[in-house]
Structures are given as structure tokens and as C-alpha cells.
């Protein structure tokens, strides 16, 4: 089911939490994500096969490589993040986006505008990162 939404729709805390209104501003907002995601993945595709040319000079082939790798574990950062947004899109069709994995409160709507891919109410993300910091300085 598609909803119509003004161009210029914010969701806020004042109205029901997802209503169609704001599970369909966040579907649009997340398929936007992912398609500015891959619109720059083709790019760079693009620019490492036209880069794919052999540099006589070793420094220069040293550099190229540096490039390369450095795109590419960024590409793969990319692929995991697509793969968020395909599972916050998933949760937004069977209605458990917006609620914290842990808690199963409203994560708010301020977080979920500034990271849609979100799983965790802001406090439940700080207790689970401060057990992981607290793994980390043992």
C-alpha cells in the first residue's frame, strides 16, 4: 500500500507512531539511501576498470593498488549497509520498524530520521555500547 505524502513531510513525535505517513516517509528515505548506495557503486565500477591499466612505474602501480584496495573495503561497507536497508525495509512490511530489538519501545523519531537503519532506542544503543567497551578493556 502506497501513501501520498507532501514533498517536504517530516515525521514528528506529536502524531502516532508509525502511521502510514511514516513508515512510507521512511520506506522513500531508505530506498533513496540504497539507490544513491548503488548509483555510486556502478561508478566506481566503472572508474576501477577504466583504471585498470598497467602503470610502468612502480610507484605509480603502488599508489593504484593503495586506491583500489581502499575503494573496495569501502564498496564492502557499502554491500552491509544495503543489506540494512534491505532488512529495515522488511521490518517496515511486517510492521516491526521503529521499535527497539531489545526493548520493543518506539526508538524516536529524531534517530530513526538520522539513522533509518536503526534496531535500538537510543538508550538500549548506549547500554550496548558500554558492555562493549567494557569487553574491549578486559
Known amino acids: 500500500m502506497t501513501v501520498d505524502i507532501e514533498a517536504d513531510y517530516r515525521p514528528t513525535e506529536g502524531e502516532p507512531f508509525m502511521n502510514d505517513r511514516q513508515r512510507e516517509y521512511f520506506r522513500r528515505k531508505l530506498l533513496s539511501w540504497k539507490e544513491d548506495i548503488l548509483r555510486e557503486s556502478r561508478e566506481t565500477l566503472a572508474n576501477l576498470q577504466e583504471e585498470n591499466q598497467n602503470h610502468p612505474d612502480f610507484a605509480d602501480r603502488a599508489s593504484s593498488e593503495t586506491d583500489r584496495s581502499i575503494e573496495l ?4 561497507r557499502q554491500r552491509k549497509l544495503i543489506a540494512k536497508i ?36 537510543l538508550e538500549a544503543q548506549e547500554a550496548h555500547e558500554r558492555r562493549e567497551k567494557v569487553y574491549r578493556d578486559d
Do not use: M, Q
Not at 573495503?73 to 564492502?76: C, K, Y
Open 73 to 76: 573495503r569501502a564498496r564492502d
Open 86 to 121: 534491505d532488512a529495515a525495509l522488511e521490518r517496515i512490511e511486517d510492521g516491526s520498524y521503529g521499535y527497539c530489538e531489545e526493548t520493543g519501545e518506539p526508538i524516536s523519531v529524531k534517530r530513526l530520521d538520522a539513522r533509518p537503519i536503526a534496531t535500538l532506542s
